[in-house]
Every structure is written in structure tokens, then in C-alpha cells.
């Protein structure tokens, strides 16, 4: 079955420092991949994707994801973290039974203190 | 550019009342479009899903339903609103031409008292 995994419910970083948020998938063959970012009674905003091409993807933000095919892995990563990045974070893959369709992870609460 | 719309932002309805939440989308033709809800401000569910006028997909029974009277608009229902109705409902479109990413509507919050 296919799946997308967010193994963690809360990152907690400091302002300034690197932030990676993890996400695993479980999808044959090539997968389109996406970051999602939600404020707080807020609808989901677009980050980036991932489709074919260079495995480093940018997108909104300054945000950027790395996809691993090894390891199954599309991580969303900052380089220095802002404190107004404090918010809830999707991953979701293309589900390609039914490609209307996308399946979302569980969600990652970003904590960026200052 | 394209944008979504819902209304009303908010929502308290009483248990046993009807229930009617709109989407609508400007600035594209034929979008896939999609109700989910969001329980306690973490995962996202699936309700309902059209990929054109008239044409429903639901994805778990429900008290809900869906219905797609024009292209651009997408609206859920209920008959009697149950206290686990309450929630944040969010619609989102899609188009092929997109590569499938999906654009979220600002949601509605429903309380059922």
C-alpha cells in the first residue's frame, strides 16, 4: 500500500539554526512529492515538489527538500530557521492507484524558539 | 491567478441541524476538487472528491454528502449534524496541468454543540 510517513510530531529549534523536517514514503516506482505548510486556522499553503529532475528541490520560504531515493526520503530542510516558521508541516505523495488523489502524512509541528 | 474561496469562515450549529459549507473556485476551468477535514489541528481526512460536474467520489460513510451543481463550485451537506461533525473543513482544486498539487481554500470551522 502506498504510505507517507512524518516519524516525528513535534521539532523544536532554535532561531538561527538549521531545521530538517523528516518524511518517508512507500510508493512504487517514481514518486511526485509535496510540502504543505499550515499556520493555525489557516488553509494549507504549497511549499515546493519534487517530479523529476535535480533531488535538491526549492521552494517558498527558503525552503528546500532533498529527495533520496535510497532511502525512500523527501526531508524538508531550512537553513536558518525563523521564529514565524513555527507552524504545522505536511508531506504527501501523488497516490498513483487514483493520481486525483494525493496521500498526506500525519503532520509535524515546527517550534522555532527565539 | 486562481483562487478558492469557502464560506462561512466559522460555524456553531446545534445537533440534528442541516449543514451546507461552499467552495468556490475562480480563474480555472474543469479543477478536480476535494473536502477534507482536519480534526484537533493535525491530520487530514479525505471526504469527498469530484473530478468534474455531477461526479462524486466519497471516500468513508459519513453523515456528510457532497454535491457539484456547476464546475467551479463544490458543496458539502448534511441532513442532521452529529457532535463528531465538528471540525476544520478545508476545500482544496487540483488540475493536470498543475502536476497534481492541490491549493487549499482559508477552511471552515464547525463546532456542533
Known amino acids: 500500500a502506498q504510505s507517507v510517513a512524518q516519524p516525528e510530531d513535534q521539532v523544536n529549534v532554535a532561531e538561527g539554526n538549521p531545521l530538517t523536517v523528516k518524511c518517508t514514503y512507500s510508493?512504487?516506482?517514481?514518486?511526485?512529492l509535496f510540502w504543505y505548510v499550515q499556520y493555525p486556522n489557516r488553509g494549507l499553503q504549497f511549499l515546493l515538489k519534487?517530479?523529476?529532475?535535480?533531488?535538491l528541490v526549492k521552494g517558498s520560504y527558503g525552503f528546500e527538500a532533498e529527495f533520496n531515493k535510497s532511502q525512500t526520503s523527501f526531508h524538508l530542510k531550512k537553513p536558518s530557521a525563523l521564529v514565524s516558521d513555527s507552524a504545522l508541516y505536511f508531506c504527501?505523495?501523488?497516490?498513483?492507484?487514483?493520481?486525483?488523489?494525493?496521500?498526506f502524512g500525519t503532520g509535524t509541528r515546527l517550534q522555532v524558539f527565539p | 491567478s486562481q483562487t478558492i474561496h469557502q464560506w462561512p469562515a466559522t460555524l456553531v450549529q446545534p445537533v440534528g441541524s442541516p449543514l451546507s459549507l461552499e467552495c468556490t473556485v475562480e480563474?480555472?476551468?474543469?479543477?478536480?476538487l476535494y473536502w477534507y477535514r482536519q480534526a484537533a489541528g493535525r491530520g487530514l481526512q479525505l471526504l469527498f472528491y469530484?473530478?468534474?460536474?455531477?461526479?462524486i467520489s466519497s471516500e468513508v460513510p459519513q453523515n456528510l454528502s457532497a454535491s457539484r451543481p456547476q464546475d467551479r463550485q463544490f458543496i458539502l451537506s448534511s441532513k442532521k449534524l452529529l457532535l463528531s461533525d465538528s471540525g476544520f473543513y478545508l476545500c482544496?482544486?487540483?488540475?493536470?496541468?498543475?502536476?497534481?498539487?492541490?491549493?487549499f481554500g482559508p477552511g471552515t470551522r464547525l463546532t456542533v454543540t
Open positions: 510508493v512504487s516506482g517514481n514518486p511526485y
Open positions: 469530484s473530478v468534474g460536474i455531477g461526479q
Open positions: 480563474g480555472t476551468s474543469n479543477p478536480n
Open positions: 519534487y517530479i523529476t529532475g535535480d533531488n
Open positions: 504527501a505523495v501523488r497516490d498513483k492507484g487514483n493520481t486525483d488523489k494525493l496521500i
Open positions: 482544496a482544486w487540483s488540475s493536470t496541468s498543475l502536476q497534481y498539487e492541490q491549493y
